[in-house]
């Protein structure tokens, strides 16, 4: 018997926190009975385009979403559904944006639309306007909302949802035992890196204004002054990577802050660290901050993640309106050693294994009924 297939809608499958997620959930999904295709919106290859081909999944690509690109878009999305009656369940991952992708799906007797909000809010641009109208539209297109945290609920769907309940929070769970804390791991990749007496403060996060690396290097910089034997892990790439190498060379930090550029072996590499920072200016509930938790890393996070990504107890959160020095005052004052996490992070709820089997039975009921 043929696996049903579920179409997952991104905007390209690189690896970011919600891509991520959706890959935690594709490895442990029983691939027998269900299958990931993935609707995706840009032309290059993602870096996890290999492994979904590998696995069965199947990828097709759309225009990207802009203003004055719609009237193209919305055509094609009419003649994809037209021609891929398969699919009964549409996960649709691109915030505002999944209203028209479910508009489409509604339109052609799709039973199941599922708008995902994976974000907690966006800056203010020249787009602004369109993703109100966005907003308007998606009001009536999804059967289910999904949310990874409360505040993404709110950010998309509204405080009303939120408080009525119309808004499930599918955690975003990992491979628990991918993430446990290994001491012959980090001695090999200490050694590795060539870091092996160092003090090592970890980040890992995509090079973006969000992310906020600029006043995370102005922070490392005063852990620096603090203790010379100190080095930065900044895996990622993005957009702002060459103005923060610039910035490191400027601090005289050059030697003192290792760029590993785009890694897959995220569960190796952190290992190596003592401690993680995140000062990201706003989040909806980042991944990575449950997979430092899942190694037992002491956390340090921004006012601007949520409170409710602490589910171990070890992420300390302190605003953004406190100083560089403050912040680095803080890191090195905590106890870096690593502690195991697993028993309370499966207990609430965040171990990839415990919530497969309830995204399975939400897809398989609508294919059973027909």
């Known amino acids: 018997m043929e696996p049903i297939r579920v179409l997952q809608v991104v905007t390209i499958m690189n690896r970011g926190g919600l891509e991520t997620m959706l890959m935690n959930y594709y490895r442990k999904i029983d691939r027998s009975k269900i ?62 944006n999944s209203a028209f992708v479910l508009r489409a799906a509604k339109q052609n007797n799709v039973k199941c639309r599922i708008a995902h909000s ?54 975003n769970a990992i491979d628990l035992d991918k993430f446990k804390y290994n001491e012959k791991i980090r001695n090999d990749i200490r050694n590795e890196l060539t870091i092996e007496q160092k003090v090592v403060i970890g980040h890992v996060g995509r090079f973006s204004p969000s992310k906020n690396h600029d006043f995370l290097m102005d922070v490392f910089s005063k852990v620096h002054q603090f203790n010379s034997e100190t080095v930065l892990l900044l895996i990622g790439e993005g957009k702002v990577e060459d103005k923060i190498k610039r910035k490191a060379k400027r ?8 760029f590993l550029g785009l890694r897959g072996d995220i569960d190796i590499l952190m290992n190596a660290m003592d401690v993680f920072v995140f000062p990201s200016k706003f989040e909806a509930l980042p991944v990575v901050l449950i997979e430092a938790q899942a190694n037992g890393l002491k956390c340090f996070a ?11 107890n070890t992420v300390d959160f302190i605003s953004l309106d406190k100083s560089a020095k403050e912040w680095a005052n803080e890191i090195m004052n905590c106890d870096m050693k690593h502690k195991d996490n697993t028993f309370v992070i499966k207990k609430r709820g965040y171990d990839i294994s415990d919530n497969v089997s309830y995204l399975s039975n939400m897809y398989l009921k609508y294919y059973d009924k027909n």
């Open 35 to 96: 299958q990931f295709d993935f609707l995706v919106h840009r032309e290059e290859r993602g870096d996890y385009d290999d492994e979904i081909e590998t696995m069965g999944g199947r990828i097709y690509r759309m225009s990207s979403i802009r203003p004055g690109n719609y009237r193209k878009y919305f055509r094609e999305l009419e003649e994809f559904f037209k021609s891929n009656k398969q699919y009964k369940v549409v996960h649709s991952h691109i915030n505002e």
């Open 118 to 171: 994976h974000v907690s809010g966006l800056g203010f641009d020249y787009k602004f306007m369109f993703r109100q109208y966005a907003r308007l539209v998606l009001k009536n297109q999804p059967t289910h909302l999904f949310a990874c945290s409360k505040g993404a609920g709110k950010w998309l769907f509204g405080k009303e949802k939120m408080n009525r309940n119309e808004v499930t929070i599918l955690n």
């Open 251 to 258: 601090y005289g930090l050059e030697d003192s802050v290792m």
């Open 302 to 312: 921004s006012t601007g993640v949520p409170t409710e990504v602490n589910i171990s």
